[in-house]
């Protein structure tokens, strides 16, 4: 029988069975609308509460500044559209970096679109930010630097709390999206002069649709969506409770076990990039080796397109993700693969394996096995491949 | 997202492989998009495609492509050969998906540049056929930057 094997934690996780019974009692005997008045209505309430508490104790913050949002996007189009709003009277100018997630690319892109200004700061080699350029680019009229804590693709950890000290030296405001990091690595928001801070549910076998925006008491912040009191009436709707209990419960969940499974997917982590690289010729690994999340793996091979790699991997019974054109719906490959100095056709041939709490050695033993095949079988279809061995390049590579 | 045809092709691809000394040879596409495609023909004194080899990197659309379009030359005149469009490709394959149709047409452009690369050395002229346009040299720049 054909394995299942999922190293695609990076797109979403399993629910856990304990987020699921959390919140199964909210859909039904516990369905009030927590802003009513009666009973089941105050224990919707009291639970958001509750979510709302585990959620600050995981970054040590005051429950007030956590706003629940529909996800990672709505809390990054949140912080990026209302800050651009309430601070337009100070300046224009937002600050973000070539590698940000399209949540925050294309929400820049629509600020541009309406009169603001926008600097995407490069990155090196191995997609860490540039320090130097990031300082330069701060003017008198940067109101906003916008840097992902951890990359969605090669995992990349930036130098977050370098980068909310700038911040605040100049009194610019600084959002991080986090929708990769959190649950996986420490956040120390104080330390990191974080201002705001975007997270989602299902990156950490928590439900879909919800997520949450951490405001610093104090901004100014417009609502973004307009209705009810609901979010200290900056986010109307009535509550998903059971998403909402769902997140606490996958929060409290995540923070419980982080610093142990860090280690296991570390330890994990390493040895299927180091297996590959010594089994696997031509290969390039993307991202910096040590500034990394823990599950992240991400190679370039060359001479391959990477969705017929993920294809022949499904067939393996292997979910795997992509930088190429393909898998991204346009004739590019991944801006990010791009951003840390990829040609085209490396880019094309990007492989991601991104690792969970129930990833074990035996399953990456039989994708390191299945990669080396499945790589060796499309070189062997491959002009690129033919032209490569045919210019004698090869023998001098080795 | 792929018809069964299309998996069929890319699970198990019709003539992949080289032809030595070859009557003709074409490559079209570029790497920097993302796809390459080679197809080498063995031409006899009838004008006949008697064998036919492709090489592909690419999406698996464009390895499905590369496949049935060397089986619909396969046995054919060269004259029948040109006849073969992109949308005779596609058809052959169940469809492609709208964002894939672009492989196809590299198929047919692939099968035009392996016959003009036989009638230059043939110093022949084939009714219809034009110089491909499509060349690969700009992905072999970039490649050299790489390693």
């Known amino acids: 029988m054909k394995p299942f094997i999922y190293l695609d934690h990076a797109a979403t996780t399993k629910t856990a069975k304990e987020v699921v019974d959390a919140m199964l009692p909210y859909f039904t005997e516990q369905f009030g609308n927590p802003s009513s008045i009666y009973g089941i209505g105050a224990a919707g309430k009291e639970a958001v509460q509750g979510a709302r508490e585990q959620i600050a104790h995981s970054l040590g913050v005051q429950s007030n500044e956590i706003y629940f949002t529909a996800g990672g996007s709505e809390a990054d189009n949140w912080a990026l559209k209302a800050t651009a709003e309430a601070y337009a009277a100070k300046g224009k100018h937002i600050i973000t970096s070539a590698i940000e997630h399209h949540a925050v690319l294309h929400t820049c892109q629509f600020l541009e679109k309406h009169g603001y200004e926008v600097t995407y700061v490069g990155v090196d080699e191995n997609g860490i930010l540039k320090l130097d350029e990031l300082k330069a680019a701060i003017r008198e009229d940067t109101i906003l630097i916008s840097v992902m804590f951890a990359n969605n693709e090669i995992g990349t950890v930036q130098p977050i709390e370098e980068i909310g000290a700038l911040a605040r030296e100049h009194d610019i405001l600084f959002h991080t999206d986090a929708v990769q990091a959190y649950g996986q690595i420490p956040i120390d928001v104080e330390r990191c002069h974080i201002d705001m801070l975007s997270a989602s549910g299902h990156k950490l076998n928590g439900p879909k649709g919800i997520g949450f925006l951490y405001i610093r008491k104090g901004l100014k912040i417009r609502s973004f969506i307009h209705g009810g009191a609901q979010e200290r009436a900056r986010r109307a709707g009535t509550e998903n409770v059971p998403g909402i209990v769902g997140l606490g419960a996958a929060v409290a969940r995540a923070m419980e076990h982080m610093e142990q499974r860090a280690a296991q997917e570390t330890a994990l982590r390493d040895y299927l990039i180091e297996r590959i690289e010594a089994e696997v010729p031509y290969c390039r690994l993307n991202g910096d080796r040590k500034k990394r999340l823990p599950n992240n793996v991400n190679f370039s091979f060359r001479f391959v397109e990477g969705e017929s790699l993920l294809i022949m991997l499904d067939m393996e019974g292997i979910c795997a993700s992509s930088g190429s054109a393909c898998t991204s719906g346009s004739l590019d490959p991944s801006h990010v693969l791009l951003a840390i100095g990829l040609p085209h056709e490396i880019a094309h041939g990007s492989l991601r394996l991104t690792l969970g709490e129930e990833t074990t050695r035996e399953e990456l033993d039989y994708v390191i096995e299945a990669v080396k095949k499945i790589v060796a079988r499309l070189r062997a279809m491959s002009p690129l491949y033919e032209d490569f061995i045919k210019s004698g390049k090869a023998e001098k590579q080795i | ?147």
């Not at chain 2, 796809?35 to 080899?53: A, F, P």
């Open chain 2, 1 to 147: 997202m792929y018809s069964e045809k299309v998996m069929d092709h890319f699970q198990n691809p019709r003539n992949m492989g080289e032809i030595e000394d070859a009557s003709g040879v074409g490559t079209v596409g570029n790497a920097k998009c993302g796809d390459i495609m080679r197809i080498y023909l063995d031409i006899d004194e009838e004008q006949v495609i008697r064998d036919v080899k492709f090489k592909t990197f690419g999406c698996g659309a464009a390895v499905a492509t590369s496949s049935m379009a060397t089986e619909l030359v396969k046995g054919r005149h060269i004259k029948e050969a040109m006849q073969i469009t992109n949308k005779a490709v596609a058809e052959a394959l169940d469809g492609l998906p709208p964002v894939k149709m672009h492989c196809s047409l590299l198929a047919e452009e692939a099968i035009h540049a392996a016959l003009w690369d036989y009638a230059q050395k043939h110093e022949i002229t084939i009714e219809g056929l034009e110089k491909p346009k499509s060349d690969i040299h700009e992905g072999e720049e970039a490649e050299e930057e790489a390693y």
